[in-house]
Each structure stands twice: as structure tokens, then as C-alpha cells.
T-cell receptor
Framework: GAVVSQHPSRVICKSGTSVKIECRSL??????MFWYRQFPKKSLMLMAT?????????EQGVEKDKFLINHASLTLSTLTVTSAHPEDSSFYIC??????????FGAGTRLSVL | LAKTTQPISMDSYEGQEVNITCSHN???????ITWYQQFPSQGPRFIIQ???TKVTNEVASLFIPADRKSSTLSLPRVSLSDTAVYYC???????????FGKGTTLSVSS
């Protein structure tokens, strides 16, 4: 199947700093990518839909100024958690949809804010 | 709001066949049914996708009745490594995101 690469896999940062997470589709072009957040023992929650060349669409309750999304090319979307605080600590997962209507997911990024 | 309903948990033993049924009563005409497997601290892994009848690949089978209001993921001869959370999702080809339900936690014992 198609491969979605997510980097870094784990990041620890101090409160108040910003963290950038990259999501790349390695063997296909993705005009649309998605960002999810997952708390321990819970399901994935959709945060936003990232569209190449346009503004992201955020789900209700997700602060767009806190979670900046950039989708500058057909293979790369980034999520920046700005001024991170301990409550932003979570597992962030990206996905990209390829032509056969299948969404492929990255391995996830574990963010720990101290 | 998730479009699907699955059992919260299932238990099995190594070598048995496991069938996980998912209810999606409000499935739309252009919706596909997709199943994912997720291990702790990893992203979901695609297992199988179907639209109607039966689909089979090297790891699983997916059975979809004619009314498409439910589907069953069949895992033949499970092993300990199949212990994971399994998600059933429905989504269209329009490009909208998949919305996850609670999933089914499968525990396989020896």
C-alpha cells in the first residue's frame, strides 16, 4: 500500500515553545491530508483537513491559531503546535488519501510538553 | 458523529477465526467500507476495503450484505500479534475525512 511518513515520531518540548510535525506522502500525490489527535485509550479525533494550496478546514473546537497547518505541496503537510502547553500533549496522526479512496496513515507523533 | 457501531471488545484464542461485525445503518450510496488495525502508539494500518458482496486479501475477508447496512471483518486463524484495536469506517470518494468510532479491542490469548 501507499506510504505516509510522519516526522518526528516523538518530541519533548518546554511549555511555550512551538513544535512542527511533518507529514509526507512518499509514493503518491495527495491534494488532501488530514490531521488527527488521539488521547490514551481513546479513538482518533479529526482536527483538520489540509488542502494543498489553500487554507485548512478545522473541526469545531480546534483552535486554528494554536494548530497551524500548511500544505504547500502535493506531498507535504505540516502541523505546527504554537506556544505548546501541557494540555497539548497527545498523539498526533496524519493521513493522506490516494486515488483508490483509501486513507493511509502516518506512524504518529507523540508530543510531550513539560 | 461516527457513522458506525462496533462491539467494544472481543476475546479469542490463537488459531481461531474472528468475525467483527460493524453496523452502519445510514450508509450512503457512494460510501465505501474500510477497516483499519491500530496497535498502541502507532497510526492505523489499512486492512481491507469494500463496497458490496465479499472482498478478500492476504490478511482478511470483508463480507457486506446486499443492503450494506452492516459489514463483517473476518480474520482467519488469529495469532497473538493480532491483538489490537480494529476500526470500521465508512466514507465516500468525495475526499472527506474518515470519522472514527470507538473501535473494537480484540484480545488474542494463547
Amino acid at each position: 500500500g501507499a506510504v505516509v511518513s510522519q516526522h518526528p515520531s516523538r518530541v519533548i518540548c518546554k511549555s511555550g515553545t512551538s513544535v512542527k510535525i511533518e507529514c509526507r506522502s512518499l509514493d503518491f500525490q495527495a491534494t488532501t491530508m488530514f490531521w488527527y489527535r488521539q488521547f490514551p485509550k481513546k479513538s482518533l479525533m479529526l482536527m483538520a483537513t489540509s488542502n494543498e494550496g489553500s487554507k485548512a478546514t478545522y473541526e469545531q473546537g480546534v483552535e486554528k491559531d494554536k494548530f497551524l497547518i500548511n500544505h504547500a505541496s502535493l506531498t507535504l503537510s505540516t502541523l505546527t503546535v504554537t506556544s505548546a502547553h501541557p494540555e497539548d500533549s497527545s498523539f498526533y496522526i496524519c493521513s493522506a488519501r490516494e486515488l483508490a479512496y483509501i486513507q493511509y496513515f502516518g506512524a504518529g507523533t507523540r508530543l510531550s510538553v513539560l | 458523529l461516527a457513522k458506525t457501531t462496533q462491539p467494544i471488545s472481543m476475546d479469542s484464542y490463537e488459531g481461531q477465526e474472528v468475525n467483527i461485525t460493524c453496523s452502519h445503518n445510514n450508509i450512503a450510496t457512494n460510501d465505501y467500507i474500510t477497516w483499519y488495525q491500530q496497535f498502541p502508539s502507532q497510526g492505523p494500518r489499512f486492512i481491507i476495503q469494500g463496497y458490496k458482496t465479499k472482498v478478500t486479501n492476504e490478511v482478511a475477508s470483508l463480507f457486506i450484505p446486499a443492503d450494506r447496512k452492516s459489514s463483517t471483518l473476518s480474520l482467519p486463524r488469529v495469532s497473538l500479534s493480532d491483538t489490537a484495536v480494529y476500526y470500521c469506517l465508512v466514507g465516500s470518494s468525495s475526499g472527506t475525512a474518515l470519522i472514527f468510532g470507538k473501535g473494537t479491542t480484540l484480545s488474542v490469548s494463547s
